[in-house]
């Protein structure tokens, strides 16, 4: 076992798989989380596996829903008010809402989601995950969406994930609990999901079967920092000390960083679930309703309907009318939801990052701290190749991937000679 002793601040999906990987190739780890495992994000998502994916940032998305982002019932919601922080986060989301960017952050999306797909195969045997690949199916009610959604399978074509068209009429023979007419279909058969939870839960047991130590309950508060490095990680308990830190606590990352010296426009984006008694036809794989932007999973023995994103700040306030939004978009195509028997509402906060895509690198001007957040709509799809990255990195000082456009440091303020977005290009 090697003498540097890594603690991992954060139990979701990401700090989970840090822990697991960092402690299989023999690394000395702590990970602390303030609550219990998988209590953020990582709980209630939709659990899909989505390796081939477009960015949240794409040519026209402002200026498209600019009529409807301040209605609190539409499916992309910012709720009006005046936070400096939301408002250069969304002039950065703005400026990234380009053709050039939209192919380059697709290229690294899906080479991320690639690696980490091939990993989830691994896991099936190596942790026991339960994880199904059994495609996914993004469903268009019109053709307008479906023409959209051809074009979009074309760039994810071009990346290397192929995919199926399927006309309306194919769809309810391709998914019978489908009920409806719909335009048509696409079919990515590269996909999966698991029981997310789950998911954290396993890559802890597996990582503490390797001698890491999960402290739960435990909040860093600071970082104690010495010649320019973190000397100790502050608890209320005790300051634990650390040779190497990875900061993996999603959408509060940016208050850990701001110990660093380090400016992270990570926002929290509200999503939430509903979940349902399974109904009789329920879709045996995962379906994305893509009018509604509504992630129907078949999870274990029930149905979660997950989705909507809503920028209203650092609250786990539920607002009922964007989950009855989830029943009745979902009860469009499947009949049985309306009659189904509610199990549970529940709605975590997205890290978002303005350009779309994830934060893994290690802080410059403290270089003995990793940061792995802002993996926004992403984070179970690429969990596992962020935690083995990570590893990669502390353990062997290089990774099987290049991270150049993920570092940390592309949100800079924008000098002379980069563009007024701060992003500037880091291929
Ligand atoms: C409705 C919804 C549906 C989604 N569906 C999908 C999907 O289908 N597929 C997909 O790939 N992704 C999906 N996502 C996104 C995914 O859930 C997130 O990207 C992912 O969970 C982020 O993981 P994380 O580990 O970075 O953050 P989190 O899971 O939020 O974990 C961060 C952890 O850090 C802890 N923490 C914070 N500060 C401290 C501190 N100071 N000290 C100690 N601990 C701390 C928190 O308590 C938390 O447990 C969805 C999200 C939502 C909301």
Known sequence: MSNTHTVVIGGGVVGAS?????AKQGNDVTLL???ELASGCSQGNAGQVTPGHLPLPQPGTMWRNLRWLFK???PLYIAPRLDLSLIQWLWSFNQACNEPH???????????GEASA????????????????KGRLEICRSEKTFLAACEEAELLRECGFESRRLAGGEVQQFEPAIQTDVAGAIYYPNSGFCNPQELVKQFATAAEACGAKFKLNTPVTDLRIERGRVAAVVTPQEEMKADAVVLACGSWAPRLAQRLGMRLPVQPGKGYHLDLERPEAAPAMPVVLVEER???????????LAGTMEFSGFNLRQRPARIEMLAAGASRYLPGVPQALERSRWCHLR???????PIIGRVPQVPNVWIATGHGMLGV????ITGKLVAEWIGEGKTSLDLTALRPERFRRAGRNSNESGITDAA
């Open 72 to 74: 609190s019932t539409s």
């Open 294 to 304: 509504i992630f129907v999973t078949p999870i274990d023995d029930f149905l979660r």
């Open 381 to 384: 799809t690429q969990g596992p």
């Open 118 to 133: 091939t990993l989830f195969d691994q896991l099936v045997d190596d942790i026991g995950l339960r994880y199904q690949n």
């Open 33 to 35: 989380e303030q609550g």
């Open 102 to 112: 939209l192919r380059k952050a697709t290229r690294i999306l899906c080479e991320l």
């Open 18 to 22: 840090a822990a697991y990987y960092l």
């Open 351 to 357: 890290p978002m990052t303005p350009d779309g895509l």
